[in-house]
């Protein structure tokens, strides 16, 4: 028997429609689904680790052998500069940020492809599963940080005064992680060949940021245009805050790291935003 919605009850229907403008985060919305976000958080930080042979304790051993092969090829070998510190230190400082940017973008990317299900099949806002899968990768920093205190101990080195704007350091590449992810994440929906592109991307990232080594190094010629990587700012800063005075605080490419960062973090949410509402159609 068919059933006949009366006019009344035609106008009582609940319509969820996405917001528009350049205003489109929803605050309120998503803190009325602040539960899925911690669960969905806490699922990929379990994920993450349940299926490997021995655990977390990748998350050491990463960064560690990063270390370990930078300093031979780029510390003994090429000979780079190490403006006077020591090298395992000027590259793990390095590695926070970088490590954490790139596990970020790397999972953020195909996350929406991925809960594809939950997609299809019921309304939440969709900005909360990449950003999920940022907060889920703050775990590997957490866990590099306490690796990189004891290389500090090892070498004898204090930190100064300067630590204190690390959270800020901090917030710049948690910015620039959503910035790129929301852009990644939304066109992979679309062109899935953007999921085998991030490795790349990430690849030649690394050896145009300066990771393994300083930006002493790079010509005076190139160096405005070494600095529109945002990532370059962000890992200056970090070996500022966490090294001391023994490194130069580069004030010009923060600022222009934090310029670009606002722009892509701003123009990536906006994309995402418009295209959220054709993901259950396309995916």
């Keep these: 028997m068919n059933t006949i919605l009366s006019p009344q009850a035609l106008t009582n229907k609940r319509v969820i ?32 680790y349940k299926q490997a042979a021995v655990g ?11 270390v370990i092969v930078s300093t031979v090829i780029f510390g003994k070998l090429a000979k780079l500069p ?11 400082t390095a590695l926070l940020p970088w490590q954490f940017f790139a596990s970020s973008l790397t999972a953020a990317s195909s996350s929406v ?16 599963i990449p950003a999920s899968a940022i907060l889920a990768s703050m775990v590997d920093l957490l866990i590099s940080f306490v690796v990189f205190i004891g290389l500090m101990i090892w ?20 910015f620039a992680s959503c910035g790129i992810s929301m852009w ?18 990430l690849q030649f990232g690394f050896y145009i940021s300066p990771v393994a080594y300083t930006s002493s190094i790079v010509p005076e010629k190139w160096r405005l245009l070494y600095s529109l990587n945002p990532m370059v700012g962000v890992i200056e800063s970090f070996r500022w805050a966490l090294l001391g005075q023994k490194v130069p605080f580069n004030f010009p490419n923060l600022i222009l790291s934090a310029a670009i960062i606002l722009v892509i973090f701003v123009s990536g949410v906006y994309y995402f935003k418009r295209m959220e509402r054709t993901f259950a159609d396309v995916i």
């Design 56 to 66: 977390i304790v990748w998350v050491l051993v990463r960064p560690i052998m990063a």
């Design 17 to 48: 429609k996405p917001k528009r403008g350049l205003v489109a985060i929803d605050f309120a919305e998503l803190w009325r689904y602040r539960e899925l976000f911690v669960f969905l958080t806490w699922r990929n930080i379990i994920v993450r």
């Design 113 to 128: 492809v991925a809960e594809q299900g939950m997609v299809t099949k019921i309304y939440f806002p969709r900005l909360i």
């Design 184 to 201: 990644t994440s939304a066109l992979n929906v679309k062109y899935r060949d953007v999921r085998a592109i991030v490795p790349y991307m």
């Design 155 to 174: 070498y004898n080195m204090v930190p100064t005064l300067a630590v204190l704007w690390l959270p800020f350091f901090f917030l710049l590449a948690f």
């Design 82 to 92: 190490s403006d006077g510190l020591p090298y395992p230190l000027l590259v793990f």
